[in-house]
């Protein structure tokens, strides 16, 4: 990723004193050591029985809105997602508060897992995985910083019409028999720009972010 000089409107000042470059992503690498970690004891144990989210078992089971965004199908499906957390989690978190960060992993996570259950509420097919949480995070993103470049199948493109380009796929994928919960990462995309939006709010005045 890479910054790229704009308007007012592209650019969203931190809301902290100091350099990105003088902060380090330790929410985001805590989250991914815990997604590993949750992984290797799942092959071990076969906790995800447990931890899984399941539409139909949500009333008796409702942690596992909160757990399933750390379980993982597979060593292909876990190297992926922390792929992604790593390189959107460590720009983003380097730039907005802890709380805020951690706000929108969460509830893009969970209320993915709702958006899950709203669409399919007795459904007996466990979801696992932190996508829906790294969507919120890459659609905040998109909101707070609209002209950061991203390069999606080696092609750079603005983050704002990256996350356009993601919406369209999985709202397409919905309607596409498949093994993916295309609900969940539209739902942690739509949180992350409402967050994002509501973010900019509050700041009087949008400004230039400065040169890297």
Same mark, same amino acid.
Not at 110 to 121: C, E, Q, R
Not at 178 to 185: K, L, P, R, V, W
């Given at each position: 990723m890479a910054d790229r000089t704009s308007s007012d409107f592209f650019y969203y000042r931190p809301m902290f004193s100091g350099r990105p470059e003088q902060r380090k992503p330790v929410l985001t690498f805590a989250l991914i050591a815990v997604c590993a970690v949750a992984f290797l004891i799942d092959v071990v144990f076969s906790i995800s029985d447990f931890l899984a989210f399941t539409p139909a078992t949500v009333a008796s089971q409702p942690w596992t809105l909160v757990t399933a965004v750390f379980?993982?199908?597979?060593?292909?499906?876990?190297?992926?997602?922390?792929? /992604?957390?790593?390189?959107? *989690? $460590?720009?983003?978190?380097?730039?907005?508060?802890?709380?805020?960060?951690?706000?929108?992993f969460f509830i893009a996570g969970?209320?993915?897992?709702?958006?899950?259950? /709203?669409?399919?509420?007795? *459904? $007996?097919?466990?979801?696992?995985?932190a996508s829906g949480a790294i969507y919120g995070i890459m659609g905040m993103l998109a909101a707070l910083y609209p002209g950061l470049t991203v390069y999606v199948v080696f092609v750079p493109m603005p983050m704002v019409f990256a996350a356009v380009l993601w919406f369209v796929l999985e709202f397409v994928g919905f309607f596409t028999p498949?093994?993916?919960?295309?609900?969940?990462?539209i739902a942690g995309l739509a949180i992350g720009v409402l967050y994002g939006l509501y973010l900019r709010r509050q700041r009087k005045k949008p400004a230039y972010f400065w040169e890297r």
């Open positions: 379980m993982h199908a597979g060593i292909e499906h876990l190297f992926f997602n922390m792929f /992604a957390l790593f390189i959107f *989690g $460590t720009y983003l978190e380097t730039r907005v508060k802890p709380d805020q960060f951690l706000t929108v969970i209320l993915g897992n709702v958006a899950y259950w /709203a669409t399919d509420p007795l *459904g $007996t097919i466990p979801a696992v995985g498949s093994d993916i919960a295309h609900q969940a990462h």
